[in-house]
């Protein structure tokens, strides 16, 4: 993708410093008498979620001919995990993110060339809990691909590159099979994809054996 200008405010700024906010008072209060909701063994999880992409506008505006002001609207999409708790503390997950089309708009350009964007992505997380009871928060960092089909017209073309997942939220049990799940992902891809990242947030549900 051609160069672009980031932004100097970083996502990546903002979820460090939710994960010191999260992660510091549970590591100091977890109790050890809750292993009921932090057993060791599988789980399952949804979640449907708003998404952002950060620097795509700046991105398509260089690469558009003619493209006066580009919009990229924002999103939805949905986030599957398959996870396995080792420890109290400690989960490895696979996470699988589908991203709903982006519409874009183009000013300066006819309205069939105007570009729209698909996205998936899927990574490996290691995922840290702070507490063991009914209120588990979280963070997670984790690697993986990412891959982008932008459309314009009768005309698609696809790119893939590597990612870094970074994100922060918790868990609250309603019993011992049942959570709530909140948070915030920030998508940090690399190769042809670099300059679409994304951050998502959203609710949904983790359900254990």
């Keep these: 993708m051609p160069e672009s200008r980031r932004p100097v405010s970083s996502p990546r700024l903002v979820l460090l410093a939710l994960a010191f906010v999260v992660l510091l008072p549970g590591f100091a209060s977890a109790e050890s008498g809750d292993d009921a909701f932090s057993r060791s063994g599988?789980?399952?999880?949804?979640?449907?979620?708003?998404a952002t992409y950060s620097v795509a506008e700046d991105t398509l505006q260089d690469a558009l001919p003619g493209a006066i002001r580009v919009d990229v609207d924002?999103?939805?999409?949905?986030?599957?995990?398959?996870?396995?708790?080792?420890?109290?503390h400690f989960a490895l997950e696979a996470q699988f993110d589908w991203l709903a089309t982006s519409e874009i708009s183009a000013t300066g350009l006819p309205a069939f060339a105007e570009p729209e964007l698909?996205?998936?992505?899927?990574?490996?997380?290691a995922k840290f809990y702070a507490a063991t009871g009914t209120f588990q928060p979280y963070v997670r960092v984790g690697?993986?691909?990412?891959?982008?089909?932008?459309?314009?017209?009768?005309?698609?073309?696809?790119?893939?590159?590597?990612?870094?997942?970074?994100?922060?939220?918790?868990?609250?049990?309603?019993?011992?099979?049942?959570?709530?799940?909140?948070?915030?992902?920030?998508?940090?891809?690399?190769?042809?994809?670099?300059?679409?990242?994304?951050?998502?947030?959203?609710?949904?549900?983790?359900?254990?054996?």
């Design 143 to 209: 690697a993986g691909v990412m891959n982008t089909r932008i459309t314009i017209a009768t005309a698609d073309e696809s790119f893939t590159g590597g990612a870094g997942r970074f994100g922060a939220g918790a868990e609250i049990y309603v019993s011992e099979n049942i959570a709530f799940d909140v948070g915030v992902d920030y998508l940090l891809p690399g190769g042809d994809v670099e300059d679409l990242d994304y951050v998502s947030y959203g609710a949904g549900f983790v359900w254990r054996p």
């Design 74 to 88: 924002d999103l939805g999409g949905l986030a599957g995990t398959l996870g396995v708790r080792v420890s109290n």
């Design 42 to 50: 599988l789980y399952v999880g949804l979640r449907g979620f708003g």
């Design 118 to 125: 698909d996205s998936v992505s899927a990574t490996l997380n």
